[in-house]
């Protein structure tokens, strides 16, 4: 074996210093060479060439795959939308793209949408996602708009409670001598003196010309009685149905036809 390493390391010496002198004697032996150990070598790399393509086209394929399932996801929550809106209102379906400005009143929950007024969305329209009422439309501009949302002063709507639809009112913040809310919960407080229950459905009223709250939209559930303290009408807390701290395609409600 040693001899044999011997001549191989003396013949390599000689085809080098050949190589040196007269490149055009031994291009023939390069060249059969790598005729030779052409399929060798393309064989001995493929391993680590192949696993870096097969890593390549599995991280393209699962950036797609992610992709499909965000669009598929996407379209059915604007599906869901489409078919909560109010049979006789049309929907404009939008995105939320931003939270509160700075120039929003103290205490307000708001969000900017990716629709305005060259939409057909303007101020003082319901919003709504596909599990209920959002909030209402505040300010636009010709591409965004800005919506306070439940929870925020300036959303008081007029509700029915229960299968009895009660008239009602909802808040954002619980009265004097009432239990703090959770965070998100709402006061609802009853005219007269109809008896409340929780699980109860609240809806809304609705107002003149569909603005600012259309009919019938359902906005949440009472998940709490407030005990009888001699206040006039009887009061509840109020969980929306909509998922306010994570709202991603909403819709705001407008009349068919031109504003």
């Known amino acids: 074996m040693r001899r044999l390493l011997l001549v191989l390391l003396v013949v390599t010496s000689l085809v080098l210093v050949v190589d040196l002198a007269r490149p055009q004697w ?19 790399q493929w391993p680590t060439g192949g696993a870096a393509r097969a890593r390549a086209e599995r991280d393209e394929a699962l950036m797609l795959l992610d992709r499909a399932r965000s669009e598929r996801d996407a379209l059915a929550g604007r599906l869901q939308l489409q078919e909560s809106a109010p049979a006789t209102q049309e929907l404009v379906l939008a995105r ?3 939270v509160s400005a700075g120039s929003a009143p103290v205490g307000a929950r708001e969000v900017t949408i990716d629709r305005g007024e060259d939409d057909g969305v303007r101020a003082d329209r319901s919003v709504v ?4 009422l959002v909030g209402r439309v505040v300010s636009t501009t010709a591409t965004t708009a800005d919506v306070a949302l439940l929870g925020d002063p300036r959303v008081v709507p007029g509700v029915r409670v229960g299968e009895d639809r009660v008239l009602g009112a909802l808040d954002a913040r619980a009265a004097p001598g009432l239990p703090v809310r959770p965070f998100g919960a ?5 005219l007269g003196e109809a008896p409340v229950a929780v699980g109860d459905e609240v809806r809304t009223v609705g107002s003149p010309g569909a603005g600012p709250y259309v009919a019938d939209v359902l906005v949440g559930r ?5 005990p009888d303290d001699g206040r006039l009408g009887s009061t509840a807390e109020v969980t929306p149905l909509a998922p306010l701290d994570r709202l991603d395609h909403v819709g705001v409600v407008v009349p068919e036809g031109p504003p």
Do not use: C
């Open 222 to 226: 009472v998940t709490a009685v407030d």
């Open 186 to 190: 709402l006061t609802l407080t009853v």
């Open 129 to 132: 996602a596909a599990e209920g």
């Open 26 to 44: 031994t291009s023939p032996l390069v060249d059969l060479g790598a005729t030779a150990l052409g399929p060798v070598q393309s064989v001995v």
């Open 96 to 98: 939320v793209v931003g």
